[in-house]
Antibody, heavy 118, light 107 residues
Framework: QVQLQESGPGLVKPSETLSLTCVVS????????WSWIRQPPGKGLEWIGY???????SYSPSLKSRVSISMDTSKSQFSLDLISVTAADTAVYYC????????????WGQGALVTVSS | SYEVTQPLSVSVALGQTAKITCVAD??????VHWYQQKPGQAPVLVIY???NRPSGVPDRFSGSNSGNTATLTISGAQAGDEADYSC??????????FGGGTKLTVL
């Protein structure tokens, strides 16, 4: 059973960088694709991007200019950096896995609330 | 960019049938997945590839996809089915799109 756990600051100042890490357990990090998905309070889910252990990444066109996803296979974790944040980036951030592009998100972390505020 | 539209809310009487739609251009050409999300929890897959149920999901959940509309049907809705439901597609093999989510209320 794959388990995912997000961690990172719960409060980020406007214009700064939001950074989160997702630790993977119960599976090799090489076995799946790994995505970040967010959900602003009271709103719908928004996919941010994914990474594969080969280093392949794909990002949402609407966030591509501000997002970077990286992976540390030795620590079985992957990370999200979102630069130049505003209040609109306040959301619960989830990490999730899928076996291949085109497939479902089978495993999710519990989510981490990040608030952007001064 | 590909956009998927869901109704904000759907209400259903206890024991009746609820239908939640996702509308998008030629959505029938894509595989649609459906997630259930209860307050404070991560989404859970209830239908994959238009019509398939993961193990453990009750058979009162079913899906269809035709033309510009994909539909999640909940037959004999129960109080425990009250939740937000979101559809998800891959616009290409590299871009994921979620519908805006529908709040299901069981009366």
């Amino acid at each position: 059973q794959v388990q995912l756990q997000e961690s990172g600051p719960g409060l980020v100042k406007p214009s700064e960088t939001l950074s989160l890490t997702c630790v993977v357990s119960g599976s090799s990090i090489s076995a799946y694709y790994w995505s970040w998905i967010r959900q602003p309070p009271g709103k719908g889910l928004e996919w941010i991007g994914y990474i594969y252990h080969t280093g392949t990444t794909s990002y949402s066109p609407s966030l591509k200019s501000r997002v970077s996803i990286s992976m540390d296979t030795s620590k079985s974790q992957f990370s999200l950096d979102l630069i130049s944040v505003t209040a609109a980036d306040t959301a619960v951030y989830y990490c999730a896995s899928h076996e291949v592009p085109g497939d479902t998100f089978d495993y999710w972390g519990q989510g981490a609330l990040v608030t952007v505020s001064s | 960019s590909y956009e998927v539209t869901q109704p904000l809310s759907v209400s259903v009487a206890l024991g009746q049938t609820a239908k939640i739609t996702c509308v998008a251009d030629k959505i029938a050409t894509k595989s649609v997945h459906w997630y259930q999300q209860k307050p404070g929890q991560a989404p859970v897959l209830v239908i994959y590839r238009d019509t398939n149920r993961p193990s453990g999901v009750p058979d009162r959940f079913s899906g269809s996809n035709s033309g510009n509309t994909a539909t999640l049907t909940i037959s004999g809705a129960q109080a425990g089915d009250e939740a937000d439901y979101s559809c998800q597609v891959w616009d290409t093999i590299t871009v994921v799109v979620f519908g805006g989510g529908t709040k299901l209320t069981v009366l």
